[in-house]
């Protein structure tokens, strides 16, 4: 068997061994194994998923052979969950594999309870009500869940749970933490050690550019009222008076300055997004509260204390122009701040704990030093239960979507940069095909078959849907508006059918928001994923 | 449309309801019906290129959208490392070559599907070959070889004398990369889409670190693993090349690296690190694959039966923050080098092969050096083999009108070098020479001089 850590590499490169070890712990369970699902589960598997049950009543048919790679010739006629199940030990003898032969609407209905003993469902294929009950259960039960579906050249994806707190968000583009326009005592001191006019032009163009900005900004800041740069010209000024600076062309650490001068205009103290985490009323904690909204409770107040406006320092500093003794000089002055906000803050998350009736060492210390690097980061998901989305969706939303008037997205890049106008319709169909998928469950649940499913009666089923259709959106509040002719003709064609591509990329990307739930890194959708196989527009709706 | 009989339950039961149904946001030309299911399966030729993370998925994915005879070439054997993702593949194919492994696995499962594996460089592939297959799949990891393929594609294409490309010349390509949660996914056809080297400025250059900064004032971990690699290496073992994929090499590497850092007191240096960093590995999830993939593939069903409306033209993919999908049409560059009508040569007759060839290493936008020429499949000159070398050597005297059959304007490819980026590599273009003051007509009169 090959070594665990070896073939996991490259996932270990993103997530790291606390994220693995968080996948291996994990429990799984999957409604319909019908290619969907069947591709969604393989993922993870080959991701080192801890255990998988897969639930679905049907045999495998000889149509099952030409869209699911699970299955195959032998296994016709047998239970598809056993074949998936038994494929997918296969593929990764370390996971936990196990099956039940059942219809998922008869668990929902006559066996709610087994769902408790998973980490997270990932039902698919699943119609409207089951939704509804199965996301009742599984919000009782504090399982999280996922729904994901494929219809022909259309399908989505949607998270239901109550609340997903991620400290380890790990955004791609973050502005670093340097505190150029707030320099603590010991930075600026360092600064002070450092002459901006010394002689060896060598040495002259090491400073590292943090160095030079600190001590400008603070120039600045003596002649201009204790203020720093706010208007243009002044801010053109200061850039000016640091190119004054340069001795010659070459100073590459004077135009990092001149680059990174921005970090000096920028406002002190915490984002909206963070100042939003900070007054949610989870942060007023007891003893129900989760960890998460403990240490955010914490970090109130720091902010509001020994951090004077700011959250913990984060410590680490971007690669920069510089001699190697000065760079390694600064980052010993950031990782030192660092480590003293951090034994602050662990010692107020202690004193919540004591206050809130928990042990006070209950939080690792690993959790809280991960929470002060990633303070000005963190982010809180929260989902509206199926039940709500559907009966009362975001009216203004929703017709915003139907009527395309924002249309944000798609521009057309003409040549090298150049961009004309937005296209209008990129909502358009997108929120078609989602009333269009209710619609369809409505349609089956009154003619016991899906509009289009028989080549027979694909004439008059269109007139059908489309009436189902227009009482749904009338039922939503959303009299009078069309979904395009087109498109309800498109669903009837489809027919119900679940392509191998559509439920391959509709899978992936189940896939992908199950991982980023587990390892709690990274940030999962909000909203639901609208897949639009016809042109690729695919959208996220916020209903 | 008459029903399925009841007594043959049809193993393509969803792909039918795609294939023999008409629609309405669909393609101009498609012609729902029973035989465009069955041309797909026993006539369109699909290749695709890679067999890794995003090659696995393709052979998949296409087998069961209907494509039944496809071919698949990589040159890389398997390693412990592609098990996370490349799922065709298990503990015991390690060591063998990709494309064999995957071709067998995919076909032991689904029934009908004939792959044949190509276990060699794409380089070392005749460019008819790729002429024989409807449409190119890429699941490639490096921009080289998708300029490559994307050179060789091009190439087949013609134009007609008002500039419009030949429908029939135009070899689609759907190419597909991922990294991490991110990725892209794109349909190419030469002459009206843009192709790759029309929209290379898409690729950011590499990161290289300055000489100065690795030998005088390294700060970062990067800085002393890269002096190691680059610099150290050489001076200790002058002649032997570095190879990555030798474990002593780069433990050798580490430790010098880590001795470095140590020395200017810099933390972070790792073995897991010191691999990331000298074999540029990218990270790699089997999600970010899927997705990507069946992107492709469902683009390629389109290409080949017109069932659905195509994606135009660029699709970008990042689920690392959130989940953002995005359509950007780009536009053909009209002068791009390699899918345009051809880079314009006006000579005189009397011009010999020598002279045209010295012409090309001038000529501002070309730049070619060591090139070898062919005029509608016949080798006028070849660099390499020896053999076809000395044969052709004799053509360098003659005129190149002589050569090119006295046609007043006629297209011919070239391959040879070039310079990108200060880096000398190799291209293949299309050129459009017309001789100066010979009318339209091919007339025996009309002979050039010497």
Redesign the interface.
Known sequence: ???PK??????L??WGEQGQAALEKSSICLLNCG?TGS?TL??LV???IGSITVVDGSKV???D?????LV??SSVGQSKAKCVSSFLQE?NDSVKAKFVEEYPEALIETNPSFFSQFTLVIATQLVESSMIKLDRICREANVILIFARSY??TGFVRISLKEHTVIE????HFLDDLRLNNPWLELKSFADSIDLTVQDPVAHK?IPYVVILVKMADEWAKSHGGKLPSTREQKKEFKDLLKARMVSQDEDNYKEAIEASFKVFAPRGISLDLQRILNDSSSEVDSNSSDFWVLVAALKEFIANEGGGEAPLEGSIP??????EQ??NLQNIYLAKAEADFLVMEQLVRSILKKIGRDSNSIPKATIRSFCKNARKLRVCRYRSIEDEFNSPNLPELQKYLTDEDSS????????GAMAPPKPLNFHIAVGIYILLRAVDRFAANYNSFP?Q???A?DEDIPRLKSAAISLLSDLGCNGTALA???I??MC???A??????A??V???A???V??LITRQ?????GT?IFN??????Q?LSL | MAETAATQPSRSRDLDKLLLRPGNLVGPRFEPSAQLRDDVQNHARVLVVGAGGLGCELLKDLALSGFHNLDVIDMDRIEVTNLNRQFLFRVEDVGKPKAEVAAKRVMERISGVNIVPHFCRIEDKDIDFYNDFMIIALGLDSVEARSYINNVACSFLEYDSDDNPLEETIKPMVDGGTEGFKGHARVILPGVTPCFECTIWLFPPQVKFPLCTLAETPRTAAHCIEYAHLIKWNEAHGGTAFDPDNPQHMKWVYDEAAKRAELFGIPGVTYSFTQGVVKNIIPAIASTNAIISAACTLETLKIATECSKTMSNYLTYNGSEGLHTKVAEFERDKDCLVCGPGVLIEVDTSVTLQKFMNLLEEHPKLQLTKASITHRGKNLYMQAPPVLEEMTRSNLSLPLFELMGKLSKDVIHVNGMTNKNNQKVSCLRKLRVTFKGVDGVTDMDTAGGA
């Not at chain 1, 052979?65 to 790679?69: A, E, I, K, R, T």
Request: glycine fraction near 14%; aromatic fraction near 8%.
């Open positions: 068997m090959a070594e070896v073939k996991y590499d490259r996932q490169r993103i290619p591709e393989k993922n080959l991701g080192g048919e000889v149509g052979l030409g869209n699911n790679f195959d010739e593929l022909g050249l968000s790990k955004p791609e090491h690669d920069m122009t510089s001699s190697t760079y390694i997205g798609g521009a057309t890049f003409v040549g090298r289009g028989f080549d027979s694909t002719e087109d498109l003709n498109e064609r489809f027919g059918a679940e392509l191998h591509a559509v391959a990329l899978g992936g990307i896939s992908q928001e991982i980023k990274f940030v999962p959708m909000s994923y196989g016809i042109d690729h527009k695919s996220l």
